[in-house]
């Protein structure tokens, strides 16, 4: 195990508390990219594809737990952070908020060194919520909150109603709103209904999000894509993809996206 890298760590949330909850885009294109869960080889080979020209990488939360290489993963993602801090965005998903939301596995969290876990899970309660485009792309890693507008997105805070339905939400394609609590996960549940009233009141027209193994890739007739980039969910997710969004075009749904596996 290595030994922690306390400037590494500082330098990051300096620029994480810095950073607005919403982070906003424009021009250029846009790499999102899916759970990774450890899974470095991943990682490594998108930003070896990508990170080489000027397109922007959103990765969208759930970097820890579940693959080999939890540590390894997240370091070099914070080093990326540090090296291209305009470039590179790391959003949070649920596993990077454990101080606020209790989940299973958690192998990252339990094999930590004695004293790691607080200087961690302090770091990662920092990270950006959601990424937001002008050509109509919002990207996040679970369910839309319960918001009116993007400037709410902006004050959801960390523990709270709405950032639980961010990190830990899921879809269903049932026509209701909010469908209550899954009683086996106990995440939230949210059927086509929340889903268009809350896009409607943000302006947007697709959702990027990852999250969901379990869930088709895309639903809502075209406007809700569910992306994942890790080997840890190679039996329900066999290839592991990223989508890649011209931000200089307008996007009216996942037709006018490209994915690519990786």
Same mark, same amino acid.
């Given at each position: 195990?290595?030994?922690?890298?306390?400037?590494?760590?500082?330098?990051?949330?300096?620029?994480?508390?810095?950073?607005? %909850?919403?982070?906003?885009?424009?021009?250029?294109?846009?790499?999102?990219?899916?759970?990774?869960?450890?899974?470095?080889?991943?990682?490594?080979?998108? !930003?070896?594809?990508?990170?080489?020209?000027?397109?922007?990488?959103?990765?969208?939360?759930?970097?820890?737990?579940?693959?080999?290489?939890?540590?390894?993963?997240?370091?070099?993602? =914070?080093?990326?952070?540090?090296?291209?801090?305009?470039?590179?965005?790391?959003?949070? #998903?649920?596993?990077?908020?454990?101080?606020? =939301?209790?989940?299973?596995?958690?192998?990252?969290?339990?094999?930590?060194?004695?004293?790691?876990?607080? !200087?961690?899970?302090?770091? =990662?309660?920092?990270?950006? =919520?959601?990424?937001?485009?002008?050509?109509?792309?919002?990207?996040?890693?679970?369910?839309?909150?319960?918001?009116?507008?993007?400037?709410?997105?902006? #004050?959801?805070?960390?523990?709270?109603?709405?950032?639980?339905?961010?990190?830990?939400?899921?879809?269903?394609?049932?026509?209701? #709103?909010?469908?209550?609590?899954?009683?086996?996960?106990?995440?939230?549940?949210?059927?086509? %209904?929340?889903?268009?009233?809350?896009?409607?009141?943000?302006?947007?027209?697709?959702?990027?999000?990852?999250?969901?193994?379990?869930?088709?890739?895309?639903?809502?007739?075209?406007?809700?894509?569910?992306?994942?980039?890790?080997?840890?969910?190679?039996? !329900?997710?066999?290839?592991?993809?990223?989508?890649?969004?011209?931000?200089?075009?307008?996007?009216?749904?996942? %037709?006018?996206?490209?994915?690519?596996?990786?």
């Amino acid at each position: 195990m290595s030994s922690l890298d306390h400037g590494l760590i500082e330098e990051a949330q300096s620029i994480f508390e810095k950073e607005p %909850k919403l982070i906003e885009i424009g021009q250029g294109e846009a790499v999102f990219v899916g759970d990774t869960h450890g899974d470095l080889e991943a990682t490594e080979r998108i !930003v070896a594809r990508y990170m080489g020209s000027e397109r922007k990488l959103i990765f969208l939360g759930d970097y820890v737990d579940r693959g080999y290489h939890s540590r390894e993963n997240i370091e070099t993602l =914070l080093r990326l952070k540090v090296q291209y801090p305009q470039r590179l965005f790391l959003l949070m #998903g649920n596993h990077e908020g454990i101080e606020a =939301l209790r989940f299973c596995p958690a192998d990252f969290w339990e094999e930590l060194p004695e004293g790691e876990f607080p !200087v961690w899970s302090r770091l =990662l309660s920092k990270l950006p =919520l959601a990424v937001s485009a002008q050509n109509g792309i919002i990207a996040l890693h679970g369910a839309l909150p319960d918001v009116a507008s993007l400037e709410e997105i902006k #004050g959801i805070e960390f523990g709270s109603k709405r950032w639980y339905e961010t990190v830990w939400g899921d879809w269903t394609e049932a026509e209701e #709103g909010f469908l209550g609590e899954d009683p086996f996960s106990g995440r939230p549940t949210f059927g086509r %209904k929340w889903f268009e009233r809350i896009m409607r009141a943000l302006g947007k027209h697709v959702l990027i999000r990852s999250h969901q193994p379990t869930i088709r890739e895309v639903i809502f007739e075209g406007r809700c894509l569910t992306l994942f980039s890790s080997s840890a969910y190679r039996f !329900v997710r066999p290839l592991r993809k990223v989508a890649i969004v011209d931000l200089e075009r307008e996007v009216r749904s996942v %037709k006018d996206i490209r994915i690519e596996p990786i």
